[in-house]
């Protein structure tokens, strides 16, 4: 048979057939819990799909002008044209308003299935041996990825996203010896800052850090091609030394490309039909508005939350500020966070001695150590992030805000030991089952056997024809 | 006419001959992937899903043709577009399960290691280098031109600044005898200030897009003022005039809590909606609750003949988020 003309054409000009043949038979085990990250790359494409889109109509400069197109509520606002090209790409752009949701709500995405993936491979232990500098990658992946959405929400110049800057001058200038030259040195001048800041913004959302999470993505396929895929032990055929799993081609590609398309299809709809960020609203910036109930991206929740948790105090040595106060909350807690994920191969190697290669997952309940402190760290982490919505309960349940405030700031360290030892016990607990559960089966086949071996020597029954 | 016949015949007969001679004749080769029996329940349900799907595509161009912009369509899109892609992943998803070959292969996990390799690349680096004599001078000089060429390289950078004039960041557009002006620039009289209510005023002939110009005015029952000794004509009649940048993050002050729910706020309170720190409008912008390390600065108030209102001098300290030292100077 001769071969398929698309493939002879490929393979004489490139000599890539044997490459080929390798690629369609690699393998992927099966687990549901391994598309999370396919998820988030196909996030990814959307958002640049879409962002591309954005970028030929959105206008970075905060020239002023002064507003006088089909949204009514706003005509006659002085405002930037950044703001000004936002409003009008989601008005008079025929899909501009269904690009700019989708590709909002694709960043919201993005980031749930890079966490939730991101907790799947630390649960079952994937950033072992050899593969941590997979996980290295993959967290500074995460870390980009919120810095990248945090810019994107604020090249818009809407008052919300001034906000959002304001926090952010104010945590850049809380860096302690060099805060001030610092803000003042991305900002240009003092708060809002110089005009270039807006074009500074937007070439690092559209370009610089697009163009990292780029590099990092890069690295981190190219390192689980060259690793390949973790796997469960589902089967006495999936070792250490092999994996079991399905073919790139044929069987895992239509699975995956399934997933593409599903992802974008969810996305598209989500952005065409569940508003998101209705800019309008907000208005344009001004440095002395805000606005009550301000909340941002469900990716920074847990930064809001540590700068509204601290108590009120600066670090002073006399009439010196050392360490001003949204230092806590909005760089060392998430440096702390970032820190503790990319340093806990090591640390978890120091701890268990285990230096060993795993390509065999761990169920949680394996690493009960590992598992309860994760369990911990999640805790601690997702009631910091409660803590920032504390307004809003007070709004809608009536419940005192400094006291929940209170409530927090002692519960953000009660719980997560409770967690970790109530954790670490069931962990425990359910390795014993296991145990028990292994003897009974071995007890019985043994009974069983017992049974067979026990009567006297009589004709055994002929074996059933099956 | 049979002429004709005879001819559309003998093509046919050729085709069909062509087309037999392609098939699976003799023995067949050892197959790779498994074989799969057919589905023709399956076939349809894919051929259908991806015929659904480009109508779905033709849908959202149509939708986008008649879109006159007289409505927002953006539901329309949504839906035809995303409805393509779902109808694609669909059929994609029946493909995958029902028509194409589920088997397991196994394959051998790459070595993590290849110590033979290391030795050779090793060997290699160290043999390349056995003829130089003054290999750590060497990789000085050479980390000395590298370290150097990155730092020139970053030296630009330094034009983004300015990075250690940072006198700027005392900067305010408040001084003696200025003016307070609403946002449209009218001046502000001491008898509409009223109680319970705040209201945001700027300095006259200044920009209001600085975080040293906009303050928040309340007025409080002079009695019930708790000002340092120093500031007790600061507030003439009761009104006291606050920086509206919050010293913890530098948030515009957007809510004031007065009139008051006893309950829970038992004073009156200038409160940011970022984190809200909370300050206390009767004792110099003390600190009452929240994150902010620092009291709100209070600009000095006078009521000139005309009864408007004017400022007295600047800050009490200086305006915005901390930075390092901010607590040094006074305010310019």
């Not at chain 1, 994107?152 to 860096?175: N, P, R």
């Not at chain 1, 469900?298 to 601290?310: E, T």
């Not at chain 2, 050479?142 to 300015?162: E, H, I, K, M, N």
Request: hydrophobic share 45%; charged share 20%; glycine share 10%.
């Amino acid at each position: 048979m001769s071969p398929n003309p698309a493939v002879r054409f490929i393979d004489e000009r490139t000599g890539a057939a044997p490459l080929m043949r390798k690629v369609m038979r690699y393998v992927f085990p099966e687990h549901g819990s391994f598309l999370l990250g396919e998820i988030a790359l196909y996030a990814f494409l959307v958002l640049i799909a879409t962002g591309i889109y954005l970028a030929l109509f959105f206008d970075p400069s905060l020239a002023e002008t002064t507003y006088d197109g089909t949204y009514a509520p706003l005509r006659g606002l002085r405002m930037s044209a950044a703001y000004q090209s936002a409003i009008d790409l989601s008005f008079d752009d025929r899909t501009g308003l269904l690009m700019r949701q989708t590709h909002h709500w694709a960043a919201d995405v993005f980031l749930v299935s890079i966490v939730l993936h991101l907790m799947r491979v630390f649960f079952t232990g994937a950033f072992r041996r050899p593969r941590v500098l997979t996980w290295t990658l993959g967290v500074a992946m995460l870390f980009a990825s919120l810095l990248e959405g945090y810019l994107g929400y604020s090249v818009v110049d809407d008052l919300l996203s001034g906000m959002g800057l304001a926090i952010g001058y104010g945590v850049a200038e809380s860096v302690p010896l060099v805060g001030g030259n610092l803000a003042l040195g991305l900002w240009g001048a003092p708060f809002p800052g110089d005009q270039a800041f807006e074009s500074r913004m937007f070439i690092a959302h559209v370009l610089v850090m697009p163009g990292l999470i780029g590099a990092l993505l890069t690295g981190h396929l190219a390192l689980i091609a060259a690793r390949h895929h973790t796997q469960f032990r589902r089967s006495p055929r999936q070792t250490e030394r092999k994996l079991l799993g399905l073919p790139t081609f044929p069987a895992q590609t239509p699975r995956s490309l399934g997933l593409l398309f599903a992802t974008a299809a969810v996305l598209f709809a989500l952005g065409g039909l569940v508003q998101v960020n209705p800019v309008w609203l907000w208005g344009p910036f001004e440095l002395a508005q805000g606005t009550n109930g301000a909340q941002p991206d469900w990716y920074l929740g847990w930064l809001i939350g540590a700068l509204r948790l601290m108590p009120g105090f600066d670090v002073t040595i006399g009439d010196y500020t050392l360490v001003a106060n949204p230092f806590w909350g909005g760089i060392l807690f998430p440096t702390i966070v970032m820190f503790t994920m990319l340093l806990w191969p090591w640390i978890e190697r120091r701890a268990t001695g285990d230096r060993a290669v795993h390509n065999l997952l761990d169920r949680p309940r394996d690493a009960p150590g590992r598992t309860a402190f994760g369990v911990a760290f999640f805790v601690w982490v997702v009631l910091i992030f409660l803590a920032g919505s504390a307004d809003r309960v007070y709004v809608f349940f009536d419940l005192s805000y400094d006291g929940q405030i209170w409530f927090y700031r002692v519960l953000v360290w009660i719980a997560p030991v409770a967690a970790f030892l109530v954790t670490r016990r069931i962990c425990r607990e359910l390795q014993r089952s296991d145990a028990i559960q292994a003897e009974r089966e071995r007890a019985e086949r043994e009974a069983e056997q017992a049974l067979v071996v026990k009567p006297p020597p009589a004709p055994a029954p002929a074996p059933k024809a099956s | 006419m049979s002429r004709l016949w005879g001819w559309l015949l003998a093509g046919l007969v050729l085709v069909f001959g062509w087309w037999r001679r392609r098939g699976p004749e003799g023995e067949e080769p050892e197959r790779l992937v498994a074989r799969t029996s057919p589905d023709r329940r399956a076939e349809n349900a894919v051929i259908a899903l991806f015929g659904l799907a480009a109508l779905a595509a033709v849908a959202f161009m149509i939708v986008y043709a008649l879109d006159d912009g007289s409505r927002d369509r953006t539901q329309l899109y949504g839906l035809t577009f995303g409805a393509c892609l779902a109808l694609i992943a669909a059929a994609l998803i029946v493909l995958g399960r029902r028509l194409m070959p589920y088997e397991e292969f196994e394959e051998d996990y790459p070595e993590p290691e290849h110590p033979d390799e290391q030795e050779a690349v090793s060997q290699i680096i160290r043999e390349s280098g056995s003829g130089l004599t003054r290999k750590r001078l060497l990789l000085t000089a050479g980390g000395a031109a590298g370290g150097a060429l990155g730092l020139a390289a970053l030296t630009p950078v330094l034009s983004l600044g300015p990075w250690l004039q940072t006198d700027s960041l005392y900067d305010t557009p408040w001084q003696a005898g200025r003016r307070l002006v609403d946002e449209h620039g009218a001046p502000l009289h001491a008898d509409a200030i009223e109680r319970e209510t705040f209201y945001t005023a700027f300095p006259e002939d200044a920009s209001q897009d600085e975080i040293g110009a906009p303050v928040v005015l309340v007025r409080l029952d002079p009695r019930a003022l708790r000002l340092p000794p120093e500031r007790a004509l600061w507030a003439p009649r009761g009104i006291l005039a606050y920086s509206k940048i919050c010293t913890h993050a530098g948030c515009a002050i957007a809510l004031y809590r007065s009139p008051l729910f006893e309950p829970t706020a038992p004073q009156p309170a200038l409160v940011c909606p970022c984190h809200y720190s909370t300050f206390d409008p009767a004792d110099g912008g003390s600190v009452l609750f929240g994150p902010a390390g620092r009291a709100l600065p209070q600009l000095p108030l006078r009521i000139d003949a005309r009864g408007e209102l004017r400022a007295a001098g600047n800050f009490s300290g200086p305006v915005g988020p901390s930075w390092q030292g901010v607590r040094g100077e006074r305010p310019t």
